[in-house]
């Protein structure tokens, strides 16, 4: 299903001009070789631009249309008219200079196959290059001294003649893409993707920019050992896909995960989303309204398009038409040695992802702080209130983002592993944070418990709500606010040494707590202490005969939201003298 969705998106973007046909490939390049009609190197001139990167603008390769790379693993392969200097200039500085000449003769070899009969001054220019070309004369080259060391670090170069790339010759394309579509080395099978009988390919092409995969790439379709082969067959004709499909779903990955506006992380997952039809729209509204991206537009129109996909109703933005039944796909890879694991992968109409999302949103819906800039909680932000904010490393769990992503793409219940990091956080922070109170709320709707009524499940305080533990909360809170008026700029307060036995043991905390809260009050003006006395009584006299000894998880998740809310209501407005 993911190979054939990204097949069909590739012949969506193909038929749009937006991707590289059969054959080719965006290949980022650093310098180009300018060679004269003799083939000889006349100079070195430097095709990298000017990109952005954080808040700084730096020089980074530039991406060409080239005939498309091999996959390279140990082995020595070339590629036509684009490479490193190992290949176009037999040297390196990887200290091993016969292994070097073995490249450049190699690719010597292939561009003599390509090139030799092409009509065009340019191929002949290149066929002499490499007949004249003499590496071991390489390091004292002028054309190459002020820029020997960036040419050695390894970036691509091509070939430029008479003021043009080589690569854009027509004649030359033709070779190559005579020799591409030739190229049928492999058995004949049936694809699995296209259904079409032809040459399977052994090889597919690397996957790249998945975070925390290999900088040259890992493989999504991938039998190296003998253990995952069967039948006698080798590599990827264990699962037979044609030349055409392999090209084609990997150029249309590629293509997604290296448009950085469209890349998202969840957790150890880099996630990538597209819709059928193709077009970026898709995207900005779904990277809005479920990852937190920048919107693109207006608040207004956005939440106008919004409400309007959600009932079904077709809109149009930026002179664009949203299909809310147009397919849409959610991927997450993960990164796994050489190879790409699948976190998740998710299909279904635009509209109905947009509702699921939409409901998961108003699941989450609690009262803020007022230093809080979110306005909705973007899913990176959910995951992030499950980690330790001090660690080094403050990746969530790994099966978490997927889980969780699924559930709300699914609109089923969360995963376990949601709540309980929440809940851990907690307990090792001793309070509650605005994420980790909407995560409570939000799990407790959509996995529905006895000990949880939903009149604490709201989202700012109930005053109304008889529930104990709820109350409880509210209690602990009040007694915090009382010790911090008695004692300004307190550093330390019953929150850092008794939540958590307070949400477990009430019976044993509350009572020490509530003595202590009589001799602060003493240190108050009488209106502040009746305001309290008020507050104490009130909440006592809803809590029934006693404390309750002990209080299990799902009633501790009732006082923190008690505490929360009434922390939250404090800060709300100021209190009455």
């Known amino acids: 299903m993911i190979l054939q969705a990204l097949t069909e998106y590739y012949r969506t973007l193909a038929d749009s001009g937006a991707i590289s046909p059969p ?31 954080g808040k700084k603008t ?61 009509d065009s001054p340019a191929a002949r220019a290149v066929l002499a290059f490499f007949r004249t070309w003499q590496p071991e004369q390489a390091a004292g080259h002028p054309a190459l001294a002020s820029c020997w060391d960036e040419i050695m670090a390894g970036g691509n170069l091509v070939f430029r003649y008479d003021g043009a790339f080589v690569h854009l010759n027509a004649p030359i394309q033709q070779a190559w893409d005579n020799h591409y579509q030739a190229e049928e080395d492999g058995p004949q099978m049936v694809c699995l993707v296209t259904g079409e009988r032809g040459a399977v390919e052994s090889i597919h ?16 379709v991938s039998f190296n050992a003998p253990s995952f082969c069967s039948y006698g067959k080798e590599q990827n004709y264990n699962a037979p896909t044609s030349k055409y499909a392999a090209f084609a779903y990997t150029t ?71 299909d809310p039944n147009m397919d849409f796909y959610i991927l997450g890879l993960s990164p796994n040695a050489a190879r790409l694991s699948v976190r998740f992968f998710l299909h279904n109409s635009f509209g109905a992802f947009l509702r699921n999302a939409q409901a998961h949103q108003q699941r989450l819906e609690i009262v803020k702080p007022a230093y809080d800039k979110f306005d909705t909680l973007p899913l990176w932000k959910l995951l992030d209130e ?69 009149e604490v499940l709201t989202v700012s305080l109930n005053p109304d709500s008889t529930n104990i533990p709820y109350n409880l909360g509210r209690l602990f809170s009040v007694l915090e606010a009382i010790q911090s008026k008695a004692n300004p700029g307190i550093n330390t307060t019953i929150k850092d040494k008794y939540f958590n036995s307070a949400s477990a043991t009430p019976a044993i905390v509350f009572p020490v707590l509530v003595n202590l809260a009589q001799k602060h009050l003493k240190k108050l003006g009488p209106g502040l202490r ?24 799902p009633q501790q998740g009732c006082f923190q939201l008690g505490y929360y809310h009434q922390t939250q209501s404090r800060f709300e407005k100021k209190e009455e003298m």
């Open 58 to 118: 730096v020089l980074a390769p530039r991406l060409m249309r080239l005939p498309a790379p091999v996959k390279r693993s140990s082995g020595i392969l070339a590629n036509f008219l684009c490479d490193t200097s190992s290949y176009l200039l037999g040297v390196d500085n990887k200290g091993k200079p016969q292994r070097s000449l073995e490249c450049f003769h190699a690719c010597k070899a292939l561009h003599e196959e390509l090139l030799d009969g092409v």
């Open 530 to 553: 009746t305001y309290y006395d008020k507050q104490i009584a009130e909440l006592i006299s809803k809590l029934g005969e006693g404390y309750p000894p002990r209080m299990n998880l």
């Open 205 to 220: 092409p690397s996957i790249k920019n998945v975070q925390g995969a290999q900088s040259s790439g890992a493989a999504l």
């Open 386 to 454: 499950t980690v330790n904010q001090n660690s080094r490393d403050k990746t969530p769990t790994p099966n978490m983002a997927g889980e969780v992503l699924r559930s709300v793409l699914t609109n089923t219940r969360y995963p376990a592993t949601l709540l309980n990091g929440a809940a851990l956080r907690i307990r090792a922070e001793r309070s509650v944070s605005r994420g980790q109170a909407a995560i409570l709320k939000a799990y407790y709707l959509k996995n529905p418990h006895p000990d949880v009524p939903k």
């Open 23 to 53: 054959g080719w490939a965006d290949v980022k390049v650093s310098y180009a070789l300018c060679i004269g009609a003799d083939g000889a190197l006349e100079q070195v001139v430097s095709v990298q631009t000017e990109q952005p990167k």
């Open 252 to 322: 249309a990955l590629n293509h997604l995960l290296s448009d950085r506006k469209h890349v998202y992380r969840m957790g150890d997952a880099t996630v990538v989303c597209w819709a059928r039809c193709g077009g970026d729209i898709y995207q900005n509204i779904m990277g809005w309204a479920l990852f937190g991206a920048e919107p693109s537009y207006t608040l207004t129109d956005l939440q106008g398009a919004l409400n309007n996909l959600c009932n079904g109703t077709a809109v149009d933005l930026d002179e664009a038409r949203l």
